[in-house]
């Protein structure tokens, strides 16, 4: 899982938790844990941002999303868990309604 020159590499995975954390004030944590079923080699990838600070209003202190890779969608690990934390991002901001970073990759 080193630097990839055809998509995201764990280094930008990394940055990107770092980002969201600053941005959204949470912390972002990633397991991989075995993913069952018939595939033995899969894994479930989930992603979960809690709040540092909850606000008063909030309904919600913490959103998560989970994915199980292979999947159709990412050609790797890396991208798989890139594409899951953009998709967290736009949980964080819908759920309490701030910005989210636009996805270039």
């Known amino acids: 899982m080193g630097k990839s020159e055809h998509g995201p590499d764990m280094q930008d995975?990394?940055?990107?938790?770092?980002a969201m954390g600053e941005l959204h004030g949470v912390h972002?944590?990633?397991?991989v844990r075995p993913g069952?079923?018939?595939d033995m080699a899969a894994v479930e990838i989930v992603?979960?941002?809690v709040q540092r600070i909850a606000p008063k209003q909030a309904q919600q202190r913490s959103v998560s999303r989970k994915?199980?890779?292979?999947?159709t969608q990412?050609?790797?690990f890396e991208?798989?868990?890139?594409r899951l934390l953009?998709?967290?991002?736009?949980?964080?901001?819908?759920?309490?309604?701030?910005?989210?970073?636009?996805?270039?990759?």
């Open 28 to 31: 972002v944590s990633l397991t």
């Open 79 to 82: 991208g798989a868990v890139y």
């Open 86 to 105: 953009h998709e967290l991002d736009r949980d964080c901001g819908t759920f309490w309604q701030q910005e989210e970073f636009n996805q270039t990759a």
């Open 47 to 49: 992603a979960v941002a």
């Open 36 to 38: 069952g079923g018939s």
């Open 13 to 18: 995975c990394s940055i990107m938790m770092v």
């Open 67 to 71: 994915h199980t890779w292979p999947n």
């Open 74 to 76: 990412s050609k790797t």
